[in-house]
C-alpha cells in the first residue's frame, strides 16, 4: 500500500492540469471580506482549529470550496457561506488568497522528535509512507501535483483533519489517500506530526 501512495503522488504530478490560478485577484480579495470573521484578515487565522487560506494553491482552495458546496465536505459552518458562491466566486476567491503571504507557527518542542519522523521518514512497520513524499521538504506541497500546501499552517487544526480522515468522517480526499495514511497513525503521532508540520517554511 506504501508504494500505492508513493505512485499516485507520482502519476497525479505528471498528468494534473489547471492547478494554477486562474481568477480575479482583486475581485476575489472584495468577496473575501466576509471570509476574515472565522479566516482571518488576509486569510490567516487567529483560531487554531480554522485553517489558514494564505499561501493555499488556488486549485486546493477551489476543490475545497466546490466539495463544500457540493455536501462532497461536510461541515455545518461552511455549508451556508458557499451556498451562494457561483464558480466564478469560487476561482476569484482561490486567487486571492493564494497571492497573500501565509505566516509560520513554532513547532511544540516535546513533539518535534517524533513529528520528523514520521514526515520524513513513516513507519516501515506498517507501510505508512512519508509526508514529505507528497507535500515536500518544507511542506509546500505541489499546485500542479494538486497537493496541499501544510507547512505553517496550525497544527490544531491539521490535527483535526488527520483525525477526520482516520475516522473516515471527512471523505473528500482523491482515491481515500489521507484516509488510508492517518489510519496508519495513533493519535499521539498525528499531534507530533501535526506541530512539526505547523514550524515547516
Not at 503571504?101 to 513547532?107: G, H
Not at 482523491?174 to 488510508?180: E, I, K, L, T
Not at 495513533?186 to 505547523?198: D, G
Request: hydrophobic content about 40%; overall charge positive; glycine content about 8%.
Amino acid at each position: 500500500m506504501k508504494l500505492n501512495i508513493l505512485l499516485v503522488c507520482f502519476f497525479t504530478a505528471l498528468v494534473s492540469t489547471n492547478a494554477f490560478a486562474v481568477g480575479d485577484i482583486e475581485a476575489g480579495k472584495a468577496s473575501a471580506a466576509v471570509c476574515a470573521a472565522c479566516h482571518g484578515q488576509n486569510g490567516i487565522s487567529s483560531n487554531p482549529m480554522w485553517p489558514k487560506l494564505a499561501g493555499q494553491h488556488a486549485y486546493y482552495i477551489e476543490k475545497e470550496l466546490h466539495d463544500f458546496r457540493s455536501k462532497k465536505r461536510n461541515d455545518p459552518t461552511m455549508a451556508p457561506m458557499v451556498a451562494g458562491l457561483t464558480d466564478v466566486d469560487i476561482e476569484n476567491l482561490a486567487a486571492y488568497f493564494a497571492s497573500v503571504p501565509s505566516t509560520v507557527e513554532a513547532a511544540s518542542a516535546d513533539k518535534i522528535k517524533l513529528g520528523e519522523k514520521i514526515y520524513r521518514a513513516g513507519k516501515v512497520d506498517n507501510g505508512l509512507p512519508a509526508c514529505i513524499a507528497c507535500h515536500g521538504p518544507n511542506g509546500a506541497g505541489s499546485a500542479p501535483a494538486r497537493f496541499p500546501r501544510i507547512g505553517g499552517q496550525h497544527a490544531a487544526y491539521l490535527s483535526k483533519a488527520l483525525k477526520d480522515f482516520k475516522a473516515e468522517t471527512r471523505n473528500n480526499d482523491h482515491q481515500a489517500m489521507m484516509r488510508d495514511i492517518a489510519g496508519r497513525m495513533n493519535n499521539k503521532e498525528i499531534e507530533a506530526v501535526s506541530s512539526y508540520i505547523s514550524g515547516l517554511h
